[in-house]
């Protein structure tokens, strides 16, 4: 097969876009902390006017929290408001679709935050009350953890089966890294078992779909108003999320090599999932 | 099961929203004709100060051609400009992320105006040159006519084997009616086919997908600068489509018993997708 | 569209076939108990000469200990002789194709002995010891019970990622009824889970899948040496396992309405699955 | 990942499994005629004593032209009486499960020979006529070729509409190879296009289901009647048929990289799949 694409240097690539989205985990930082040289080139993109934003598939901690935990890797100069998390635009969701009640959630205590600040009540499902199933608005899965998987999916499934109500998905990753070779199941994976069984739909954020880029190109647009999807350069780890996502939108997306995907495997990851960046660099640190 | 729906007239439920999005068929005309009612309704609305915009997966016409269409059939007051159809988000797409080649298309002529719309050579796979891939700066799944499924369709699969290229489809619907019983597959079954067989994933426009609804907005806006999704109403006859569309996208949405969605079969089906209204009408015009 | 069945009284049906295979849950008891007539209605057959095997998905019981139960609840002349679970096809399997090693499991240690049974050594996943993966021979999806979701899952999948060994699935149902109205999560559930996220295919037992079948199919033969499929009556409440897979090994097929599948909405799901019994009866009783 | 195989010399493997089960095209032959070594192999294996079976995943042939077709290339002494199609187990299905009425299929007239041979009428789909479906009795994807897919898909999709009939699937291979380069979609790809679009379940023939495993041991058992799983060795090309279904049914699994699978991705493929076969030989030829 014909091969599209060469190693880019990100320096080179990135001139060419006034607006720049970044991936978090696996491009700004991964599991031995701060990408070699990242700090360095978000000063150089800052100092050449770049507009810059981090778009995270997390739901887990509110973009305030995100950005003190970049900080705390060190880098310091990323503010909550350049920060839109998969949890933002699930917030964005449950103030514009559910008037009343309240909504039940797998997840933690922080990533509840996420319901309380659309106004609404949050009850784990573990506490929802079977005798008083109008009073479930919605169903939400925030975060793979801060629940017990062995009772709570069950009771997520009973309640559905009783009740129409929507249910959204914060996260539609699969899985996570925990160290250099371990995963874990990540809240996508627990809503899509739930999905099939149910065999129903559920409404779903996070990358590819394109919820995100549009908050991030709403929240650019008010410094640049002109700005449109051609402007930006979309940089990721993954194919399946960062990559689609940003192509799917028209943004020209860039494949880097510090995370997900692997130096070994990126062509053949490429051509077997179809899934084709315009650029592939190492890191953005180089 | 609980249900969350009575029966609402269209008129009551209109008001509350100053921009109404309509699905064309099913919901503004059928195999019959127009809806009864259909253009009273539109012209009550207009006089209202609505702002109205028809979203339809088809990109076998262009706005001009469906807007004739809409004349032809009674409704005389829709200007092309207020139609989008899935081909204008695919040219969209082809603007900003193909730069040069030739884009090789399943589909008729009048489909490929969408790719020669965005400034590209448009050449039908039937006539690609296999020695002189390297032209070829992507494919796209226009519509289900104009090519001859026993042929062209390995020829796609055996080019797409070859060459690494973005693959777009300009309407993901699987099956369309033909008469009151009959249907045929749509574009969207062939895409989802090649999908399958070749283990990717292609880029993928029209309803549920969200591009449509984001260039309605973008379109109001131009008269009603603040709009925003809590402000529209989408109207449409299919749950997988217009309706998870619309509620994903954040607006009200009414399905109407008009088209795909029988009266007798609504709630069982709306039970068993999960996917979940705001409104259930009988049609536009009651 | 056209309704192919009428509801038929099983003593009526069984009488042309000299051998009945029965599903257990839903067919014989539920969770009520023993189904109203089936004692009277095993008597009768048994007086009249017919072969009876039972077929249950079911790897957490030995075929004694299922035996017992069914006897529990008052049907007590059917020996473990005559039960076949979907564990035993398992071990089966394990015995032919696994030469050595352990064999890591996820369920109880009750479902642990198809391993044991097929002279082989079991290891919970949970005590699987990360420097000594070479040890593994074999993982085994066993049972719904018996492990930590919260914990197991991810083990597993990081072993898999690991290990090139095969892996077995002991019952692919999904759900399963704990009371009249509520359902949890069974064994295949979380195996599909786990192919889905690996993207890797393992090697199923239970029913669909035809082993059970066969392997009801050759202890019958050994009374009855020209056994065929034409013979066979297969019994079941449960469309996408009993009636499916009984209408592909060639059996003719009655469902059995007093289990998962309800008097009120049999017709429907029939049509919507395409899978079609050659009788319906209210249950073995009438 | 830890591999668990070495490359094994046919010859060598064979000797330990009184029956051979072959795949024929990709181990046999392939598209440029007798795979080198095949004839001699045959001999030897022959004159050793052992008993032979071909397992074809086709239903465009009768076992004797497939008969005569592997003489013409040069393997003269496979009797009719050795090859099991996956045609063959669909007219047993057939003759066990559809007791009156028409088999309207997609396919050629000689692939409509494995209906007639099981006593019923055959009706290309095209020549259906729908004031009179009451005739249908079972719906057939028999082969790729004899219709057309323009017209003739959607007709089917149509009678499936209105008709509550059996619907059987000869082939679920998805692609065949048509030179060294290219593929065409088989009948396998156009059933799961109609099952997808219809929601409904087919029944399936052709490896990896076991029923063509159970029709060649029960051949074989005419000859040496204690035979079992564990006495046979499968050979075969392709991991998703060949070695998923024997391993499925219990018998020792030899890839080939003569056909579908090379030996530059070989390791790949059965790490990404998970289908791991005993053996791994260059060709039965060597």
Do not use: W
Request: aromatic content about 8%; charged content about 20%; hydrophobic content about 40%.
């Amino acid at each position: 097969m014909r091969s599209k694409y060469t190693i880019s240097q990100f320096a080179d690539i990135a001139e060419a876009y006034p607006v720049i989205f970044f991936d978090s985990y696996g491009v700004l930082r991964n599991h031995r902390g701060l990408i070699p040289g990242a700090v360095e080139t978000m000063d150089r993109l800052r100092k050449s006017g770049k507009h810059i934003r981090v778009l995270t598939n997390n739901a887990a901690r509110s973009p305030a929290m995100a950005a003190e935990r970049l900080a705390y890797y060190g880098m310091k100069d990323i503010p909550a408001s350049e920060i839109i998390t998969s949890g933002a635009t699930t917030r964005h969701f449950l103030e514009q679709k559910v008037k009343h009640g309240k909504v039940a959630y797998l997840g933690t205590a922080t990533s509840a935050e996420y319901i309380i600040g659309a106004g609404l009540e949050a009850i784990p499902i573990s506490e929802v009350d079977f005798e008083r199933l109008d009073e479930i608005g919605a169903v939400a899965f925030l975060d793979d953890e801060g629940y017990d998987m062995n009772v709570d999916i069950n009771l997520l499934i009973n309640i559905l089966r009783r009740c129409q109500v929507p249910v959204v998905v914060a996260n539609t990753d699969l899985l996570y890294p925990t160290t250099a070779n371990d995963v874990a199941l990540a809240t996508g994976s627990v809503a899509r078992l739930a999905e099939y069984v149910l065999g129903r739909k559920f409404v779903k954020f996070g990358k590819p779909a394109t919820q995100m880029f549009q908050m991030g190109l709403d929240s650019v647009a008010l410094d640049m108003p002109e700005v449109c999807p051609g402007d930006i350069l979309m940089v990721g780890d993954t194919l399946h999320t960062d990559i689609l996502g940003g192509n799917t939108y028209g943004m020209a997306t860039a494949l880097v090599l510090s995370g997900n995907t692997r130096p070994e495997s990126a062509e053949l990851e490429i051509e077997a999932s179809g899934i084709i960046p315009d650029y592939v660099c190492p890191s953005i640190g180089q």
